[in-house]
């Protein structure tokens, strides 16, 4: 099986940063995609950002400019730096990928989430 282990959320200040990291383990072949959603209290989760193995990320409208991610290919890790964080980022934030296993098999995967929250 394939797990994920988020990590690095807490309490921050309007304006300030955080740095979100997710580490992939398990029956991993390859992780085709890596990325986050959020979900905050009484909304829908939503797309946040994603990154292919190769090729361009993808940010949603309203966090574009703010957040950046990037990925350790080899290590199966992907990270969401977040800067100029307003109060509605808050949310707890998944972490998910699209994993081909060592049997072929290919499937979405999530981690257990990590809390955000923004306030003074």
């Known amino acids: 099986q394939v797990q994920l282990v988020e990590s690095g959320g807490g309490l921050v200040q309007p304006g300030g940063s955080l740095r979100l990291s997710c580490a992939a383990s398990?029956?991993?072949?390859?992780?085709?995609?890596m990325g986050w959603y959020r979900q905050a209290p009484g909304k829908q989760r939503e797309f946040v950002a994603s990154?292919?193995?190769?090729?361009?990320?993808k940010y949603s409208d309203s966090v574009k400019g703010r957040f950046t991610i990037s990925r350790d290919n080899a290590e199966d890790t992907v990270y969401l730096q977040m800067s100029a964080l307003k109060p509605e980022d808050t949310a707890v934030y998944y972490c998910?990928?699209?994993?081909?296993?060592?049997?072929?098999?290919?499937?979405?995967?999530w981690g257990q989430g990590t809390q955000v929250t923004v306030s003074s």
């Open positions: 998910y990928a699209d994993v081909t296993t060592w049997a072929y098999n290919r499937g979405d995967y």
């Open positions: 990154m292919p193995t190769e090729g361009r990320a």
């Open positions: 398990g029956n991993i072949l390859s992780a085709n995609v």
